[in-house]
C-alpha cells in the first residue's frame, strides 16, 4: 500500500470533496471526509480553496489576468501546513492561488480571502466592520460569525464540517457566490424570497 504525501492527499481531498459535494449526495459525502482519515484542517482547507473557485469577484479587483489570488489568514494559522498544501501550484480562473498570514487589518486588506481565526474573536466585530464593502470574501469558524457579518462560517457539526453563508454581506462585498455554493451551504441569512 503506497502512502500518499500530505500534497497528494490534500488535491485528492479537494477533488473528491468537490465532485462529490456536487452531486446529489453532497452534504453526505461531505460528512463521511472525517470517517475516512481526513483531518479537520484539511477537510477546512479544501473548503476555503473550493470557496475560490465558486465565487466571482468584481472585474476592478484584479488588475491583471494573471495576478495572484491572495487568501490571507488574519490571526493564529489553525491549518498548518494544509492551506499551503492544497493551494500548492493551483489556479483559479488563471490566477495562481497563494497563502499570506497577515498580522494587520492593512494587511488582510489587500488579499481576496480572508480567514478570520478563532484567535480573533474578541475582535471579530472591528474586523468586519473595517472590511464590510471590500471585495473580500471573509470566512471563520468563530461561533455566530456569520450573524456578525463574516460571509462564510464553517462549522463542524457531529464529526462533519459544514458552512453558513451570510448573503447579505456577500452582496455588500460586492461578490457573486456560484449557486451550487449556496445550494450546499447547510444554512443562509439573507437569501431573498421567492
Not at 500530505?6 to 446529489?24: E, F, H, N, P, Y
Request: charged share 25%.
Amino acid at each position: 500500500m503506497e502512502i500518499l504525501g500530505d500534497q497528494k492527499i490534500a488535491r485528492l481531498l479537494t477533488r473528491r470533496l468537490w465532485l462529490l459535494a456536487l452531486s446529489l449526495y453532497a452534504l453526505m459525502a461531505v460528512g463521511e471526509l472525517s470517517a475516512q482519515g481526513f483531518r479537520e484542517d484539511q477537510v477546512k482547507a479544501a473548503f476555503i480553496y473550493n470557496f475560490a473557485q465558486f465565487t466571482e469577484w468584481p472585474p476592478d479587483v484584479f488588475q491583471q489576468t494573471n495576478a495572484p489570488l491572495f487568501i490571507g489568514i488574519l490571526g493564529t494559522n489553525p491549518f498548518g501546513e494544509a492551506l499551503e498544501q492544497t493551494v500548492r501550484n493551483e489556479k483559479v480562473r488563471g490566477h495562481p492561488v497563494l497563502v499570506k498570514y497577515c498580522r494587520t487589518l492593512a494587511e488582510a486588506e489587500k488579499c481576496h480571502i480572508v480567514y478570520i481565526s478563532s484567535s480573533e474573536a474578541g475582535s471579530i466585530e472591528e474586523i468586519v466592520a473595517d472590511l464590510k464593502g471590500k471585495p473580500i470574501l471573509t470566512v471563520s469558524d468563530i461561533e455566530n460569525a456569520a450573524y456578525r457579518g463574516v460571509i462564510i462560517r464553517l462549522m463542524t457539526e457531529r464529526n462533519r464540517v459544514r458552512f453558513r453563508i451570510n448573503l447579505e454581506a456577500a452582496r455588500a462585498a460586492r461578490l457573486t457566490l456560484s449557486s451550487k455554493l449556496v445550494n450546499l451551504a447547510h444554512s443562509i441569512i439573507g437569501r431573498e424570497k421567492q
